[in-house]
């Protein structure tokens, strides 16, 4: 099992930054890749970012390329994610992921574990 705990959320005008951390602990060495997604309500879960845990090989979702960076901290078993010129469209509830899939997934159904997620408003 792997347990994973976000932070970081909160409300921000547009153009605005916020940094979201996950910590993850358990099984953690079991993961092969960390993920950040997105849901607003009514829509589906929007994949975001993934991590390679060990070489740190990232992929981004088209919507947030050149504003969001996702990041880790493998001494502190934690993944960030810089989240700069937010508008209102990145209002989401954002989740921390954990996958033991080789790959660099976008899939939600790809991850094993997740977080509670926590809330992102981008006011206008």
């Known amino acids: 099992q792997v347990q994973l705990v976000e932070s970081g959320g909160g409300l921000v005008q547009t153009g605005g930054s916020l940094r979201l951390s996950c910590a993850a602990s358990?099984?953690?060495?079991?993961?092969?890749?960390m993920g950040w997604f997105r849901q607003a309500p009514g829509e589906e879960r929007e994949f975001v970012a993934t991590?390679?845990?060990?070489?740190?090989?990232?992929y981004y979702g088209d919507s947030v390329k050149g504003r969001f960076t996702i990041s880790r901290d493998s001494a502190k078993n934690t993944v960030y994610l810089q989240m700069n010129s937010l508008k209102p469209e990145d209002t989401a509830v954002y989740y921390c992921?954990?996958?033991?899939?080789?790959?660099?997934?976008?899939?939600?159904?790809?991850?094993?574990?997740w977080g509670q997620g926590t809330q992102v408003t981008v006011s206008s």
């Open positions: 358990g099984r953690t060495f079991s993961s092969f890749a």
């Open positions: 992921a954990s996958t033991e899939q080789v790959v660099l997934a976008t899939t939600p159904s790809l991850y094993n574990y």
């Open positions: 991590i390679n845990r060990i070489s740190g090989r990232t």
